[in-house]
């Protein structure tokens, strides 16, 4: 098993800046991709940003440069650095992790609320 613990959420103003980061703990071996995906009420969870051990990353189209995914294989750690945020990011967000960057991932965390205020 794999236990994720997110943290870095929180309220902001559009135009400012979150930085997420996620600890994944337990059987981390089995760990490829690790990311961020979203959920805003009333839509369905997509994805933010996910990266392989080898750093290849993957992002969701309405990123569009504003965010960028990190992460420490050493530590198993993965941070999400937002910038430029709008009130359209606001969402609870979600560390996952699993072998695949596609496909639904195998582990998640208990999720981060992103408010961002106009």
């Known amino acids: 098993q794999v236990q994720l613990v997110e943290s870095g959420g929180g309220l902001v103003q559009a135009g400012g800046s979150l930085r997420l980061s996620c600890a994944a703990s337990?059987?981390?071996?089995?760990?490829?991709?690790m990311g961020w995906y979203r959920q805003a009420p009333g839509k369905q969870r997509e994805l933010v940003a996910i990266?392989?051990?080898?750093?290849?990353?993957k992002y969701g189209d309405f990123v569009k440069g504003r965010f960028t995914i990190s992460r420490d294989n050493a530590k198993n750690t993965v941070s999400l650095q937002m910038n430029s945020l709008k009130p359209e990011d606001t969402a609870v967000y979600y560390c996952?992790?699993?072998?695949?960057?596609?496909?639904?991932?195998?582990?998640w965390g208990q999720g981060t609320q992103v408010s961002v205020s106009s």
């Open positions: 996952a992790a699993g072998p695949f960057v596609t496909g639904t991932q195998a582990y």
């Open positions: 337990g059987s981390s071996a089995s760990i490829n991709a």
């Open positions: 990266i392989t051990r080898g750093g290849y990353s």
